[in-house]
């Protein structure tokens, strides 16, 4: 892959709060239906190129040929038919529609050789170098990264407008074997990377099992993703749903995703920003977090909203601080969970322990329905006090038997966090709700329900180093 520019392609107009969840909807949607009358001027079938779906023949040349011809006639669609075709890396282009028709799928092959990418050095220093760029300190590890030699993909696009990916069919991975951090080394192949892209469309197509991160949005504006299905191992680590990385005015509607890792995820790698965010309408299924927002987080990450999506995953929502930057403008509503593990988890915890610290601020989970044993801790850091917290209309069931969640303040094998302030002694009080370190909370309409009633002795609320705390109609629930 080419290297990023240092800087975001025509910068958008930035949006305010309350504006994240109306605006995108109307000027994303009615800019792409436009483009989308524009395209399809020409049509190609890979199999007038040569492709060949049998499941074992490598079509990559066939496919490229394909795409590269109609592309330099203007644009339009490529249509991939029935059948499997297994290819190396696919380079999309400007003004192309890939179409996969009933039946067919693209399946990534096996051989690494056949995809192109960066390797780690190489990766990392365009993402320090994209910081720098704007200003700021590039912490990071110096030692060898445990999750990769390099970084590939099988669908990729770089410095391309107006895509649209849609039809019925499947990209494959080929990857579905478990795997986890004890053996996890080797090369990393995103299933599909938008790189320095505009006005991409993805649609109604399945895609499943993902070596790495399924879909990666990386410094892109203009995205629509909607009614996807995505199907990743369980039992394989860093196997993400969909990441969006420092980009803007992105829509994620409708899909359905069953993963082994955070199911959406949000971050800035590249320091450039992501926000203008809209996530609705999903079914979200994981080991991890079903949605987060952060750990990475060079620059801001503002104006995102999730709406109306059910989960089955331990961790629902994430904000998770790491590298600075600002958090702003973040709305959680109307927002169904089972299976809760760990729970609601919000803080700022330096990731090397020299990171300046940016602000958490404007914050609201309004409209959340939760079965499990978890509970919500979120927790700023005495030089930054997380601002402007609002947790309404909550109901958490905690069901018979289950034991109380231990909240772990140590890191994964990937990260070496610096020790948490104070030895994160907040969050390992036994309380449903902590809230420390925050200022101006409101809480109102919230409902605690212990089946049993043996979580009594855990405490419902602890507010430590909180200013201007408003609450209304807190308590512990009965059985309904």
């Known amino acids: 892959m080419k290297h990023m520019n240092k800087t975001r392609r025509d910068l958008l107009k930035k949006m305010g709060l309350g504006v994240a969840a109306a605006v995108p909807l109307i000027s994303m949607t009615s800019c792409q239906n436009n483009e989308s009358e524009k395209l399809n001027k020409a049509k190609g079938n890979i199999l007038d190129y040569g492709a060949v779906g049998d499941g074992k023949t490598i079509n990559t040349k066939a496919i490229q040929k394909t795409i590269d011809e109609v592309a330099n006639n203007g644009g339009g669609m490529v249509i991939v038919p029935a059948g499997t075709f297994l290819s190396g890396t696919i380079n999309l282009r400007s003004r192309i529609t890939l179409f996969l028709e009933t039946g067919a799928v693209l399946k990534a092959s096996r051989d690494i050789k056949l995809f192109q990418g960066q390797s780690y050095e190489e990766f990392f220093a365009e993402k320090k170098a994209a910081i720098r760029s704007q200003g700021k300190t590039a912490y990071g590890r110096e030692e060898k990264d445990v999750f990769s030699n390099s970084y590939r993909a099988f669908i990729l696009a770089e410095n391309q407008d107006d895509i649209n990916i849609a039809g019925f069919g499947t990209i494959d991975g080929n990857y579905d074997e478990a795997i986890n951090w004890d053996v996890f080394t080797g090369d990393r192949v995103w299933l599909v990377l938008f ?286």
């Open 195 to 480: 790189k320095n892209c505009r006005r991409i469309h993805m649609r109604d197509i399945s895609l499943i099992n993902s070596e790495f991160w399924c879909i990666n949005v990386l410094i892109c504006t203009d995205v629509h993703l909607r009614g996807l299905t995505i199907r990743n191992c369980r039992e394989r680590i860093t196997t993400d749903g969909i990441d969006i990385v420092s980009s803007k005015k992105v829509i994620i509607s409708d899909c359905n995703i069953d993963v082994g890792d955070d199911t959406i995820a949000i971050h800035d790698h590249f320091g450039l920003g992501s926000e203008d965010i809209v996530i609705t309408n999903c079914l979200l299924r994981t080991t991890c977090h079903g949605v987060r927002v952060g750990v990475e987080s060079a620059n801001y990450q503002r104006n995102i909203t999730v709406s109306n999506c059910i989960m089955d995953t331990p961790k629902p929502l994430g904000l998770q601080m790491c590298d600075g930057g600002i958090f702003e403008n973040i709305r959680f509503m109307n927002i169904q969970a089972k299976n809760v593990d760990s729970g609601i988890l919000m803080y700022i915890h330096p990731r090397y322990g020299k990171e300046e610290m940016g602000n958490i601020r404007n914050i609201t989970i309004d409209g959340l329905s939760v079965e499990g044993k978890g509970r919500i801790c979120i927790v700023g850091i005495p030089e930054r006090h997380i601002k402007n917290l609002n947790l309404r209309n909550i109901f958490w069931r905690i069901p018979k038997s289950e034991k109380p969640y231990e909240f772990k303040v140590h890191g994964t094998a990937a990260q070496k966090w610096a020790p948490l302030p104070d030895g994160g002694k907040y969050e390992k009080e036994p309380y449903h709700i902590t809230i420390a370190r925050v200022n101006d909370v409101v809480l109102e309409n919230i409902c605690i329900e212990d089946e049993d009633m043996s979580f009594r002795d855990r405490g419902l609320i602890y507010t430590p180093e909180v200013e201007h705390l408003v609450t209304n109609n807190v308590r512990w629930g009965t059985k309904r």
